[in-house]
């Protein structure tokens, strides 16, 4: 029988990245026995997407759920990073209270902030758990101060400033009520969630009501929507009504499957409940926001609200002389279809045709939220180019708006002045200046794109120490210009393979991208210039063979190791006339004009040209 409602609680995890949240899913799971005692369970068992893997945080909302004395808890992990904020958004639809998790020497940071007010607007009960408490330096009561005074900023309802906090060790699993225990197990944290978070009040006598707040494919059941069911029942194999958001009942059908979650599973159900968190399958039409209902009473429910995207980049057709050598999908149709798969399953995400059928603009919340839709359409076996990202703009009472940040810098106090001085030029405002231990913490009002580029910047002003976390703020009036980059591109002027001897011979110039033996192109950009203008070379160039002897002939070539940048640092560092070219086995930048005398003909022309 499945469980009723007041069996149930439904509570999200929130907190910025790296702070442990997913290390503490472990331990939920570890302490609630969900798996067998023989069972093999990799390290943050709910990043379960390789690049999420590799990159150590969240980018995809999950479910699971764990049985904990009776009582049956769905878990929603939510992404940390704002630029994921489209997925926090719908699913904290699913819960009814929330955990936030904040580390315990770090304490709120800009993303904590974004989520928590989230949080807030969906009515969330908070239960704060200070993780991270095997750190030496934690300094737990200074972060509760912060936490407190957050959620007085946040105009947080009065009975959530009464939260319970718990202090926690994710990676040794344990939890406390008291800063200075230390606990067996996280049973505490579970305790807690059943004591503080409130049971469903769905009822499952109404008519059936389902939302699909998420969407995931399975490779045999096709699209699968993942929502709460707001009231009534759901039964394998019935009859329900897909309405849109407008109210519009788009077609009755029938379910080809119905899930429920367990731990990293997910599993068949006959019935769930209101008040519940399910998967359905079967409905191919179904879109993030649609409404299952019963077919007698087909009433909508409201549309998910999502905040509306801040940064855009054109993604063409890849033209390059390499264009189809290393990719299975290069045609402006497949670019497209997939496209619009992705923005199928990510409401933050927009796909809007241009002028030109080879080019689509995509808009999304940040240069990592699309960076990360590039990455897994490489692993896809996709190429594609990709344009400098721009900052949507919008006119209000004629007045023109830009999208500013709250941005926060973590970095040593000796080199404070010089990150000051960087977002100054960017057009930054410094509004608060901190001290954490030996660093300071300075928290600016930046325009979003003085911010594009800016985190591998501040890594080289701090010397690889100072970290830099970012989160929307406002719209606000328009700052002025912002210099580009200052430094010029060598940029290749040959067909062929790069040679050790044409590489030592222009060292003195700039930073290679490229090493000896690479392939490159005419108009491929391959290192930084040490100068403002660009620097076109022929980097193929072999030395030619004579019949006089040297002394220096068994002299091996000493070169600096070039600079291999990843995609989302190549998307930051190209200019207006630069491209960034994906493919399944390399990313490189290139111009977008590749013949050097039609770059000087656009120079001189105040007019774009079309591609040579």
């Known amino acids: 029988m499945p469980p009723l409602p007041r069996d149930i609680r439904n509570v999200a995890i929130i907190a910025h990245v790296d702070h442990g949240k997913t290390t503490l899913v472990d331990a939920l799971f570890r302490t609630a026995h969900s798996f067998r005692a023989n069972q093999r369970v990799e390290i943050c068992a709910m990043d379960s997407d390789p690049i999420e893997r590799e990159r150590g945080i969240t980018i995809l909302a999950k479910n699971t759920a764990i049985h904990w004395k009776g009582t049956k808890i769905n878990i929603v992990d939510t992404p940390g990073h704002a630029d994921f904020g489209g997925e926090v958004e719908r699913v904290l639809s699913m819960a009814d209270g929330a955990l936030l998790v ?19 607007a969906a009515g969330l009960r908070p239960i704060v758990v200070v ?53 067996e197990d996280v049973s505490p944290l579970l305790d807690t969630i059943l004591r503080v978070v409130p049971a469903p009040t769905d009822d499952p006598s109404h008519p059936l009501q389902f939302q699909a707040a998420t969407l995931d494919y ?6 699968v929507a993942i929502g709460r069911v707001r009231s009534g029942r759901l039964k394998a194999n019935g009859r329900v009504a897909l309405v849109h958001p407008e109210g519009r009942v ?61 940064i855009s980049m054109i993604f063409s057709v890849n033209d390059s002389p390499f264009a189809g050598r290393e990719g299975r999908y290069v045609t402006s149709r497949q670019i497209k279809d997939r496209l619009d798969r992705a923005s199928l399953g990510d409401a933050a995400l927009r796909v809007e045709r241009t002028s030109s059928p080879d080019e689509f603009k995509v808009s999304g919340r940040g240069v990592m939220h699309l960076g990360i839709l590039i990455e897994r359409m490489r692993r896809d076996g996709y190429e594609l180019n990709v344009g400098k990202p721009q900052v949507i703009v919008k006119t209000v009472d004629g007045k023109r708006l830009e999208p500013i940040e709250l941005a926060v810098v973590d970095c040593p106090e000796a080199v404070a002045g010089r990150v ?21 913490r300075l928290e600016f009002l930046v325009p979003s794109r003085g911010l594009i580029g800016a985190r591998t910047a501040i890594l080289t002003l701090t010397g690889g120490e100072g970290t830099l976390h970012h989160v929307f703020h406002s719209w606000g009036a328009d700052r002025g210009a912002i ?12 067909l062929g393979k790069t040679t050790a001897y044409a590489l030592e011979e222009h060292a003195d110039r700039g930073v ?10 005419q108009g491929e950009v391959i290192g930084e210039h040490c100068k403002e203008k660009d620097l076109p070379v022929n980097i193929t160039k072999s030395k030619k063979l004579t019949n006089v002897r040297a002394d220096s002939k068994d002299a091996t070539v000493r070169l600096a190791p070039p600079h291999r940048m990843g995609l989302e ?41 079309g591609k040579a």
């Open 102 to 120: 904040v580390d315990a020497f770090e304490g709120p940071m800009p993303q904590t902030r974004f989520v928590l007010r989230k949080a807030f």
């Open 131 to 183: 993780n991270k408490m095997d750190r030496p330096e934690a300094r737990p009561s200074e972060v509760l101060n912060e936490v407190f005074d957050l959620f007085v900023d946040l105009d947080a309802p009065e009975e959530s400033l009464e939260f319970p906090v718990l202090y926690a060790s994710g990676r040794d699993a344990w939890a406390s009520i008291s800063p200075t225990g230390k606990g």
């Open 218 to 223: 399975d490779e045999y059941l096709g699209r």
């Open 250 to 310: 788009a077609l009755e059908t029938e379910l080809k499957g119905l899930f429920q979650f367990e731990a990293l599973s997910r599993i068949p159900a006959e019935e769930v409940l209101a008040g519940d968190i399910a998967a359905v399958a079967g409905i191919p039409e179904v879109s993030i926001g649609d409404t299952l209902a019963d077919p007698e009473h087909p009433r909508a429910l409201p549309a998910i609200a999502v905040d509306e995207p801040t």
């Open 420 to 440: 000051i001085e960087f977002l100054g030029r960017r057009r930054g405002e410094l509004h608060v200046m901190d001290r954490k231990g030996s660093f300071a």
């Open 483 to 494: 210099a580009g980059r200052t430094n010029g591109a060598i940029v290749a002027t040959d």
């Open 512 to 521: 290679f991208f490229v090493g000896p033996g690479d392939e490159v192109y």
């Open 569 to 609: 640092e190549a998307l930051e560092y190209i200019e207006e006339d630069e491209l960034v070219e994906t493919t399944p086995k390399a990313v490189r930048l290139r111009k977008v004009l590749l013949n050097e005398k039609s770059r000087k003909r656009a120079a001189m022309s105040p007019v774009r040209q």
